[in-house]
C-alpha cells in the first residue's frame, strides 16, 4: 500500500527542475531596477527621502544595489516615472562599484573570471555563515540545493565545515557577537578561498547600517569576490552570479 | 483579525510594587494569561508594565515604578511563564530583581555584549555525565545559536539555550526617525514572519493614527498571513522530513512551498511578503486577470498536499521517529506559557484567529489542536493548519476576487498612548507595544516574537531524549534566532 501512496506521490512531483536556469524572469518578482534619462523635477529629492536604506544619491540620480532592498519606495514616490523594477533576477557583481545603477545604465553583469573557472568551475564547495540573517536569505539559500533550482548539478554544494569549503557565503549585517565565530570560519578554511555577500545586509549593512549590535570589521580585511543584492535575494540571482564568476554554463 | 488594546497613559493603573505583584497573581489566579512584562529606566528609576490577558479574551494593563536599586521581589518561581521577561526586564535595565532563580541574560545586549563568552553554563557533575556544545554556527544553513547539552550517557539531562548571536538592535533603531516609515525594518525583525510583525506593527500605528481600516484590505493582509503561514509551515515540514532521511517528504514539501511562496510574490512582488503590509494600507493586489492563476496554485496545493500528507502521516518511519519524541505535556506547556502552534500541540487552545475579527468575522477559520505534545503532534498541527488555511482562501478570493494596492499617508500619533498590537503568525502570537510621548513622538517600542516564549519548551521538551534526536526536536518548533534576539 505504502508503496502506491508513494508512487502517487511520485507522479504528482512530476519534473521540477528549470531545465535551464538562465532564461526565467520570475513573474511578479521586484528585480533589477532600471532607471530612465527623463529629467527630474527641478529640486526634487522625493526618491531619495522615502528610502529606508539610503540607497539613493541624487544629480545624477543613482542606486546602490548594494544597499537597495527593492522595496519599490522609490517607484511609487517619483512623480516622473523614472524608476522602474524589472523581474530581471540578474544584479550581482564581482566589484563593489559596480553595484550603482545609472540613469539608462547598462546591464550589471558578473565577468567570468579564468582563476576561478580553473580552480573551482567544476567543484565549489560552500559554507554558509548567518551573522544577523533574519532567516530570508538563509532560506533562499536552502532553496538552492531544492528539487527546483537543483545547483548540485553543476558540482556547486553546501558543506557543514568550513575545512571542506572554498566559499563563505556570509549573510545578514554581521552581528558583535558573531564576529569571532565569522573569522574562526574563515580562519578554517584552506586556501584558496573567497568570500560571498549575499543580500543588501551583507553588502552594506542594509538596513542595520550603524545599528549598536553590528560590527562589520570582518570586511576591513577581507573583500567578497561576489556581491549578491536583494532583500533576500532570488535564487536565480545567485545562481547568475556564481554560474558567471566560474564560467559555467 | 489584529487584537488591539489601546489606553491612555495616564488612564494605566499605576499601583505601589506589593499591590501590583499581588495584583498579577490574583489575576492568574483567576486564570488570566501573561502577554508582556517589560521596562523603561529613566535616570533611578524603573517603570514595569504588565499585558495579561483575562479569561474573557480583554487585554488589562498594569504598572509599577520601582528604583533600579531597590527592585522588587521576582515573580518568576510563582509564575514560570514570565522567566523570559524578567530575564529580559533586569538585562535591558538593570532593575534589581530579588530571589529570581535564573537572570542569565536573553541576548548579551549593551554593555553585557562582551560576557558572552564568558558565560558560566548549568554544571551537572557524575561519573556518567558529559557535555556537548553545538555551534553557535550549525551544520546547515541555518541562523546561529549555541547549544549545551548535559547529557548521561546517550540521554539529554538538560539542555541550556543561549541566544544572542543575532542581535542587531531593533528596538533602538525602531525608535529613531518617523515611527511611520519602519515597515522595511519591521519586516526584517523575523524575515519568515515578515506579514505578521508588519500588520501588528501597522494595526499599533493605525490605532495611535486614529485609521480606520477597510474590510478589502483586512481581507488582502489576512492573505498574505495565511499564505506566509501555510509556506512557514511546509518549510518546516520539509525541515523534519529531511532531518528523518524521509526525503520524498523533504522534496515534495519543499516543492509545494515553492507554490505558496511563488503565490505570494505574484500578488505583492516578495517571496517574503515584503511590502505586503503597510500603515494604513497595503502592497496587496490582485488584477482581475490574476485570479484564475492564483486558484490554480491553491487548487494544486490542495491536491498534492493531500496525497503527500497522506504518505507522511502513515509512513512507519514517520510515525517510528517522530511519535514520543520531544513530548511536552499541555501542564507544561500552561506553564512555560508557550505560544501558538507549539502550544496548539501540546493541547493549548490558544490561537488569535479564534476571536473571529476582521476577515474572520465572515467567515471564521478552523483551529485545530493536538493532545500529545510531541513531534509528530507538531507536524499534525501543521498540516491541519495548512488545510484550513487553504479552504479558507479558496472562498475568500471566491468572494473577493479582485482587489488594489493602496497607500494612504497615516496621519500623526496621538500623545500619551499606549497601546499593544497582537497577529497571529505562523509560531504564534506577535506583540508589539507602542508607547507615544507628549508631543506624539514614540518613547517606547517592545518588540515580542513568539520565539522569546517557546524557546524555554524546546529545551524542556528535548529532556529524556537522545541527543540525535535534538535536530528533529528543533525542527518540529521551528522557532526564531533573529525574532528572539532583535
Not at chain 1, 522602474?84 to 546591464?107: C, F, K, N, W, Y
Not at chain 1, 553590528?214 to 545562481?239: E, I, M, N, Q, W
Not at chain 2, 516609515?181 to 506579514?195: F, M, N, P, Q, R
Amino acid at each position: 500500500m505504502s508503496l502506491f501512496k508513494s508512487l502517487r506521490v511520485r507522479a504528482s512531483q512530476g519534473t521540477q527542475y528549470i531545465a535551464d536556469v538562465r532564461t526565467p524572469r520570475p513573474a511578479g518578482f521586484r528585480g533589477r531596477p532600471v532607471i530612465s534619462t527623463e529629467p527630474c523635477a527641478d529640486g526634487c529629492s522625493a526618491c531619495r527621502d522615502v528610502c529606508p536604506t539610503r540607497a539613493i544619491q541624487l544629480e545624477p540620480l543613482r542606486l546602490d544595489l548594494g544597499r537597495c532592498i527593492l522595496c519599490e519606495a522609490c517607484v511609487d514616490a517619483c512623480p516622473a516615472g523614472k524608476i522602474a523594477l524589472t523581474p530581471d533576477p540578474r544584479m550581482a557583481t564581482a566589484e563593489r562599484q559596480h553595484l550603482i545603477v545609472r540613469e539608462g545604465g547598462d546591464e550589471l553583469a558578473v565577468r567570468a573570471s579564468v582563476a576561478f573557472s580553473r580552480i573551482f568551475g567544476r567543484s565549489l564547495k560552500m559554507r554558509q555563515v548567518s551573522a544577523g540573517g533574519c532567516n530570508g536569505c538563509e532560506l533562499e539559500l536552502n532553496a538552492l540545493g531544492n528539487v527546483n533550482f537543483d545547483l548540485q548539478r553543476y558540482g556547486i554544494e553546501w558543506v557543514a565545515s568550513p575545512r571542506h569549503a572554498d566559499a563563505l557565503v556570509l549573510s545578514g549585517p554581521l552581528t558583535s557577537h558573531m564576529r569571532q565565530a565569522v573569522q574562526l570560519a574563515w580562519d578554517a578554511m584552506p586556501d584558496p578561498r573567497f568570500v560571498v555577500a549575499f543580500g543588501a545586509c551583507a553588502i552594506s549593512g542594509g538596513l542595520y547600517d550603524g545599528a549598536a549590535g553590528v560590527d562589520r570589521s570582518f570586511l576591513d580585511g577581507v573583500a567578497p569576490a561576489l556581491y549578491v543584492p536583494g532583500c533576500p535575494p532570488h535564487p536565480l540571482t545567485f545562481v547568475h552570479a556564481i554560474l558567471d564568476l566560474l564560467g559555467v554554463a | 483579525m489584529s487584537l488591539v488594546h489601546r489606553i491612555a497613559v495616564d488612564a494605566i493603573p499605576s499601583l505601589e510594587v506589593r499591590a501590583w505583584r499581588d495584583e498579577l497573581l490574583a489575576s492568574r489566579a483567576a486564570g488570566a494569561r501573561a502577554i508582556t512584562l517589560y521596562g523603561k529606566r529613566h535616570a533611578d528609576t524603573v517603570t514595569i508594565t504588565a499585558v495579561l490577558q483575562a479569561a474573557g479574551g480583554s487585554l488589562e494593563v498594569s504598572r509599577t515604578t520601582v528604583t533600579v536599586a531597590h527592585g522588587y521581589h521576582e515573580l518568576t518561581s510563582a509564575w514560570p511563564a514570565l522567566h523570559c521577561f524578567e530575564r529580559e526586564l533586569h538585562e535591558q535595565t538593570g532593575v534589581r530583581i530579588a530571589g529570581h532563580p535564573w537572570l542569565k541574560p536573553i541576548r548579551f545586549e549593551g554593555q553585557r555584549q562582551a560576557a558572552m563568552d564568558d558565560y558560566p553554563f548549568y554544571k551537572i557533575e557524575g561519573k556518567e555525565v558529559h557535555e556537548v556544545a553545538v555551534g553557535p554556527i550549525h551544520a546547515g544553513v541555518i541562523e546561529p545559536g549555541s547549544f549545551r547539552f548535559m547529557c548521561a550517557g546517550e540521554q539529554v539531562h538538560h539542555l541550556e539555550i543561549h541566544l544572542g548571536y543575532q542581535h542587531r538592535g531593533v528596538e533602538a533603531l525602531l525608535l529613531e526617525g518617523d515611527p511611520r516609515h519602519h515597515a522595511s525594518l519591521v519586516e526584517t525583525i523575523a524575515g519568515d514572519t515578515s506579514v505578521a510583525h508588519t500588520w501588528a506593527y501597522s494595526a499599533a500605528l493605525e490605532s495611535l493614527a486614529g485609521c480606520t481600516i477597510e474590510l478589502p484590505i483586512e481581507v488582502a493582509r489576512t492573505v498574505a498571513l495565511e499564505l506566509e503561514r501555510i509556506a512557514m509551515h511546509l518549510a518546516s515540514l520539509a525541515g523534519m522530513a529531511g532531518d528523518i532521511g524521509f526525503l520524498q517528504g523533504a522534496s515534495t514539501y519543499g516543492r509545494l512551498r515553492t507554490t505558496a511562496i511563488n503565490t505570494l510574490m505574484r500578488l505583492c512582488g516578495s517571496r517574503f511578503g515584503r511590502t505586503a503590509v503597510r500603515p494604513g494600507g497595503n502592497g496587496m493586489q490582485l488584477p482581475a486577470d490574476l485570479l484564475p492563476e492564483i486558484q490554480a496554485s491553491l487548487d494544486l496545493l490542495r491536491t498534492d498536499l493531500a496525497l503527500i500528507d497522506e504518505r507522511f502521516l502513515t509512513s512507519r518511519t514517520v510515525q517510528h521517529r517522530l511519535r514520543d519524541t520531544g513530548v511536552l505535556s499541555t501542564a507544561q506547556a500552561l506553564e512555560l506559557g508557550l505560544v501558538g502552534m507549539a502550544a496548539r500541540a501540546s493541547g493549548v487552545h490558544l490561537d488569535l484567529r479564534a476571536l473571529a475579527t476582521g476577515a474572520f468575522a465572515a467567515l471564521p477559520i478552523e483551529i485545530s489542536t493536538q493532545s500529545t505534545g510531541d513531534c509528530f503532534a507538531r507536524a499534525q498541527i501543521r498540516i491541519a493548519e495548512i488545510e484550513a488555511s487553504l479552504g479558507w482562501l479558496w472562498t475568500t478570493v471566491g468572494q473577493h476576487p479582485a482587489w488594489q494596492r493602496t497607500r494612504a499617508p497615516l496621519p500623526a500619533l496621538a500623545p500619551s498612548q499606549l497601546v499593544i498590537a497582537m497577529i497571529e503568525g505562523w509560531r504564534g502570537e506577535v506583540v508589539h507595544c507602542l508607547e507615544t510621548g507628549a508631543a506624539g513622538e514614540l518613547v517606547h517600542y517592545k518588540v515580542q516574537d513568539p520565539s522569546l516564549r517557546n524557546w524555554m519548551g524546546l529545551a524542556i521538551a528535548v529532556r529524556g531524549n537522545e541527543i540525535s534526536d535534538f535536530p528533529i526536536c528543533n525542527k518540529s518548533f521551528d522557532l526564531s534566532y533573529c525574532g528572539h534576539d532583535l
